[in-house]
């Protein structure tokens, strides 16, 4: 059976984030993007007036009709690796606008959310163990959260596991350090009122 996108969004929306994400791995590195179809293409094209994250997608198809072929042509003829990676980065980066992969942005809603609520420990644990892996907002939290409270795990590991330099980590650290206090705070503010 050939793989699609369209497979490889269908298995995310079934939880099954494995096929995107390992597709997305083989797009050529940092220069994934000199491969797309729409290098050099209008980039309005891709950002079709009247389409939006809060929008009903089958009215945007309705009321933009032929104006959405030429896009949905070029992400179809991508490469699947490079379509699979765009999906990806944008739903890392939360990118609710514009045409990914060939889906609208309202199409891409749902797909986002269940994006930023999927929290997969082994993509945790990958990460803290400084394999550099695709995280969502939550997962990402995770590991900051578990490197805050372990002090066994190594920084530069970690650090190389999210992307990020040492000093940014240490930034992540302290800035978690404070939420948590500040959210510590407010619940015995809380408990010492309801006592009162
Ligand atoms: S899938 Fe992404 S990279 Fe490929 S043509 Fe469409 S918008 Fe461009």
Same mark, same amino acid.
């Given at each position: 059976?050939?793989?699609d996108i369209s497979s490889l969004v269908e298995a995310a929306f079934q939880g099954d984030w494995s096929p995107l994400i390992e597709e997305s791995r083989n797009a050529p590195g940092k220069h994934w993007a000199e491969?797309?179809?729409?290098?050099?293409?209008?980039i309005? #094209?891709? +950002?079709? $007036?009247?389409?939006?994250?809060?929008?009903?997608?089958?009215?945007?198809?309705?009321? #933009?009709? +032929?104006? $959405?072929?030429r896009p949905r042509n070029l992400c179809a003829s991508c490469p699947?690796?490079?379509a699979a990676r765009c999906l990806v980065e944008s739903l890392r980066d939360d990118d609710e606008f514009g045409i990914r992969a060939g889906l609208l942005a309202s199409e891409r809603s749902a797909l986002r959310a269940a994006?930023?609520?999927?929290?997969?420990?082994?993509a945790v644990q990958a990460a803290l163990h400084g394999s550099t892996t695709v995280l969502s907002r939550l997962e990402r939290n995770a590991v900051i959260?578990?490197?805050?409270?372990?002090?066994?795990?190594?920084?530069?590991?970690?650090?190389?596991?999210?992307?990020?330099?040492?000093e940014y980590l240490l930034?992540?650290?302290?800035?978690?350090r404070q939420k948590s206090q500040s959210v510590s705070a407010?619940?015995?503010?809380?408990?010492?009122?309801?006592?009162a």
């Open positions: 059976m050939s793989t491969e797309a179809r729409c290098a050099n293409q209008d309005n #094209l891709f +950002v079709p $007036l009247g389409d939006g994250p809060r929008e009903d997608p089958e009215i945007v198809k309705h009321k #933009l009709g +032929v104006s $959405l072929n699947l690796s490079v994006w930023q609520g999927r929290v997969n420990e082994e959260a578990r490197f805050t409270g372990e002090p066994s795990f190594e920084p530069a590991t970690v650090a190389r596991g999210l992307g990020v330099t040492h930034k992540l650290v302290r800035r978690h407010a619940s015995s503010s809380v408990h010492s009122a309801d006592a």
